[in-house]
């Protein structure tokens, strides 16, 4: 193993190969500045939803550097490009670091007291004229759990909204919902170790390379080991898993429930069912092979545009399977119908009797750090514990625990998705929207809208965020928060591990951490208990941890048992953690299915075509025992399909090197130099027939907007087109001012339109026009050629280097674990 390497040519380092069943070696990933270290602290990553554990270098009062924590049952020591170099943008120049506050159409600095003063008056006010309905709240998935747990209380119990839901509605909102369709509740079922064992691995619109670099690099190490496991891989993009994988297929967008059916269809037809598993621990089984029984491979190769061989193939390797784990992104979550199709995957897991044991499960992933603590914490449009709002014994048992009556948690109606806020703040209806920890002026779809909607003058908005964003400009009281080795909390990653992230530095100036600013908000606004008592009885981030601890004990995600002590010494630790469970729980269902019973379950569910809900007296007569539901859906095509006036498929998605809207990567020199702007990609062969090449300026323009890029051909299927989402306004983060309106962002040209049952928005899938803007001028579009941008013809731009700059250190374990 060398033992530097430029981390941003070569993302995901040398390999440590191992055999099934053995303990993934350790890789010990270190990225430092300057010479001496103080102290280290330790810490997980917060620029996707791997959770690497890490410690953070501090020396004179700053970060400069992190190392990957070798003992952590998630990274084993490895770290992203992202994990080595993001912690740069807590230092940039441009963080908020005083109160701003609109005055005379300006924002002007400002102090904590006015500031809050404005926010809590108006909040005052609005619920004296118009009700806690006025009030909307709109986080994220990246702040830590202390946080969340502290806003559901306020939002809920205080104010008495139901407006209150994440940015996780983008995001996992579909993996929540098809867990809970088909177990009848919340929380992951796999675990990273069941990429040690399995023999065959599926991944779903999943560019784990890109996303979980991290996750991806275990499975490279097993690749490069004895017996690898066989890969699938569904994604309509040459993503470096595409590469990797003996069948892939490139479906047009929007059609995965006509793949899924075909899958299911000859599972059923070639009788590779578990049947002793699916009499044991599903209902449905007939509905499902009656519902999939017309769709052949030949039909769904029609509908998807693959050749009926390799969807055949495709069965063969998943009925082969001895342990299967699957994975399901947004190519599932943000396509045609998300929960639908994310269910199938459940199925498919379920028919073969693969689930609960070392390697065999899935992984419906979450995207953001901190995303499951949003669901649990009930900070995203669910009640806190994973609680079922139809459930009068679940509402009545948040209402003792929190001492007050149970009409004041708002449970007349399903609690209002973040589509829908954003729809009553157009309307008016709301009238105060407290946003907290993302960029909607970037990440929403259909752009010139949300800007328009956010600029009006009949709505409050409160944005809470650490660099003057898109949103924040458009705000009218913006309030500078402390963020991750600025601040100590708590959050759990994708496979349910917990890790505790303390805190290392000062934040800049006057910045708080977002829990410090609630707590002040829930002060000011002197929230009660029924025995007036304060409603938040907590002062600092353990506090809140002990409260959350009371309210998830008896529920699926139970922390009862972990405390920061037990997680300081430990590392990463899966709930549920309790006195059954003293060091957490690996795998859920290893047991049967345990929370699908109409008693216990977070939801009874939807049809998974239209969207309606089932009823509790439904539910109880089609699932008694409370076992897991094998749910069936028809395909239907895409609301937006091509026409003659937008000929192309269009969809978004991500990058390597960038999260989300570059707040901090863009902020990170070794990551910007990578992806420094906005690009285009087509296929060579619809690149050929238009007559266009690399680097020509196009423009890409759908029903709702344009966006112009330079052209990046690549070996993406054709007729299909790919923006990255990554780009707001600006080429340099941190230029204030309004900005031009539009031209940049995918989200100009993305669509207002929901998933009927997850909510989540279809970023996916869009019909678009593109034209020829100039001829490239040489330059060839500023994609990375390390992902699956690379261009088709190697030859077309140079390779993705980081330089100097990006160099990192790794090395193997001095002391080898000896094979089991
Ligand atoms: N580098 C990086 N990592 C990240 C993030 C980031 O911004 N940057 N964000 C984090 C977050 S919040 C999330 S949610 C995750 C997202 O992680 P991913 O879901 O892996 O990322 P995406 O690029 O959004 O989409 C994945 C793939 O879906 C494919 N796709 C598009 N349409 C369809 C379709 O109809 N069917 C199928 N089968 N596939 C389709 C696209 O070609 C794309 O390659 O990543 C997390 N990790
Ligand atoms: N077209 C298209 N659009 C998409 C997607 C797509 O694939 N295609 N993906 C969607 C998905 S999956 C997601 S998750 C969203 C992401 O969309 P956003 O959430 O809007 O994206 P971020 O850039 O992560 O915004 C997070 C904000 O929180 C701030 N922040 C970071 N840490 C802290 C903290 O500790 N405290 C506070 N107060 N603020 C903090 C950052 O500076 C940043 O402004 O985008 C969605 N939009
Ligand atoms: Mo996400």
Redesign the pocket.
């Known amino acids: 193993m060398r033992e530097r390497i430029d981390r941003i040519a070569e993302p995901w380092g040398d390999r440590t190969p191992y055999r099934p069943g053995q303990p993934w070696p350790v890789r010990r990933d270190a990225y430092l500045t300057g010479d001496g270290v103080d102290r280290w602290v330790p810490a997980a990553s917060l620029?996707?939803?791997?959770g690497d554990a890490m410690d953070v270098a501090v020396r004179d009062g700053r970060i400069v550097g992190v190392r990957g924590r070798a003992d952590d049952r998630v990274n084993r020591g490895r770290l992203?490009p992202?994990d080595l170099f993001g912690w740069q943008a807590n230092h940039a120049r441009d963080r908020l670091t005083v109160p701003l506050v609109r005055r005379g159409g300006e924002l002007e600095e400002s102090d904590w007291d006015t500031a809050m003063g404005l926010v809590v008056d108006r909040t005052e006010h609005l619920l004296e004229e118009h009700g806690p309905g006025a009030i909307g709240f709109y986080t994220s998935?990246q702040l830590f759990l202390e946080e969340y747990y502290t806003l559901a209380v306020t939002a809920r119990a205080g104010i008495g909204t139901n407006h209150l839901d994440g940015n996780t509605r983008?995001?996992?909102a579909t993996a929540a919902e098809a867990l809970k369709e088909t177990f009848g509740c919340d929380g992951q079922p796999a675990s990273y170790t069941d990429v040690d064992h399995c023999d065959t691995l599926a991944l779903?619109?999943?560019?784990?390379a890109?996303?979980?670099?991290v996750l991806w690099m275990r499975v490279l190490d097993r690749l490069a080991g004895p017996e690898p496991p066989r890969l699938l891989c569904?994604?309509?993009?040459p993503?470096p898993v595409a590469a990797r994988s003996e069948v892939h297929?490139a479906?047009?967008?929007?059609?995965?429930v006509a793949?899924l059916n075909a899958l299911l269809h000859e599972l059923v037809r070639t009788d590779r069912i578990d049947h002793a598993y699916v009499r044991a621990h599903t209902v449905g089984y007939q509905e499902l092979a009656a519902g999939v029984a017309k769709c052949t491979p030949q039909w769904a190769a029609r509908i998807c545009d693959v050749p009926a061989r390799e969807i055949q193939r495709a069965a063969e390797l998943l009925g082969e399977a001895r342990k299967l784990l699957s994975t399901v992104?947004?190519?599932?979550?943000?396509?045609?119908q998300a929960t639908a199709?994310a269910v199938q995957v459940n199925n498919l897991q379920l028919l073969r009797g693969m689930l609960g044991r070392p390697g065999c499960g899935v992984l419906q992933?979450?995207?953001?750090p901190t995303?499951e603590n949003t669901r649990e914490c009930g900070a995203d449009g669910d009640l806190p514990g994973f609680r079922n709002w139809e459930n009068a014994a679940h509402v009545a048992e948040l209402a003792k625990l929190w001492n007050v009556e149970e009409e004041r948690i708002p449970h007349y109606g399903a609690p209002t998705p973040a589509m829908q806020i954003f729809r009553y703040a157009e309307q008016g209806s709301i009238k105060l929207l407290w946003i907290s920890g993302t960029n909607p002026a970037v990440s929403l779809p259909e752009l010139a809208r949300i800007r328009e909607l956010l600029r009006s003058k009949g709505l409050f908005t409160v944005v809470q965020d650490l660099y003057p964003t898109e949103t924040a400009l458009l705000a009218d009281v913006v309030l500078p928060a402390a963020t991750w080795g600025e601040k100590t909390g708590t959050f759990t990653n994708a496979d349910r591990t917990v890790h505790l992230c303390e805190q290392a530095v000062q934040p800049p100036g006057q910045a708080r951490p977002d829990l410090d600013i609630l707590l002040d908000y829930a002060r000011r606004m002197d929230f009660r208990d029924r025995d007036g008592a304060p409603l938040i009885g907590w002062h600092d981030a353990p506090g809140a941890f002990a409260a959350w601890q009371r309210c998830s004990a008896g529920r699926p995600c139970d922390y009862t048992g972990l405390s920061y002590e037990l997680l300081r010494e430990r590392g990463g630790i899966q709930w549920p953690c309790d006195a059954e469970h003293p060091d957490g729980t690996e795998r859920l269902y290893s047991d049967g299915i345990s929370w699908a019973a109409p008693d216990t379950c977070e939801t009874y569910g939807r049809d998974l075509v239209t969207g309606a809900a089932v009823s509790e007296t439904e539910y109880r007569a089609l699932n008694p025992g409370g076992r897991a539901v094998l749910k069936a859906a028809e395909y239907l095509p895409p609301h937006e399909d091509v026409s003659a006036e937008y000929p192309l498929q269009l969809?978004?998605?991500?990058?390597?090197?960038?999260?989300?809207t570059r707040t901090k990567?863009g902020r990170t020199p070794q990551l910007d130099a990578a992806a420094p702007g906005m690009w285009v990609e087509i296929g060579a062969g619809e690149a050929r027939s238009r007559g266009l090449g690399e680097g020509d300026l196009v423009e890409v323009a759908t029903a709702r907007g344009t966006v112009r890029a330079r052209l990046r051909v690549t070996a993406?299927r054709d007729g299909l087109l790919?923006l990255p989402?990554?780009y707001g306004y600006w080429d340099t983060p941190g230029r204030t001012g309004p900005g031009p309106d539009g031209g940049r962002a995918a989200n100009e040209t993305t669509v207002t339109d929901w998933d009927p049952v997850s909510k989540q928005p279809l970023?996916?899938?869009a019909a678009a026009r593109l034209t020829r803007i100039a001829p490239a001028d040489g330059t060839p579009a500023p994609a990375p050629t390390t992902t699956?941008s690379a261009p088709a013809d190697p030859a077309a731009a140079p390779p993705t280097t980081g330089g100097p700059d990006a160099l990192a250190d790794q090395r193997p374990d001095p002391a080898p674990e000896a094979t089991p």
Request: with cysteine; hydrophobic share 30%.
């Open positions: 620029l996707h939803s791997n992203g992202k998935g983008l995001c996992t779903f619109g999943h560019n784990m890109e996303t979980q670099p569904v994604d309509p993009r993503t297929l479906p047009r967008t929007g059609t995965n793949l992104l947004q190519g599932v979550y943000q396509s045609h199709a992933m979450n995207g953001q995303a969809t978004t998605g991500r990058t390597l090197y960038h999260f989300h990567t993406i790919f989402f990554h970023y996916k899938t699956a």
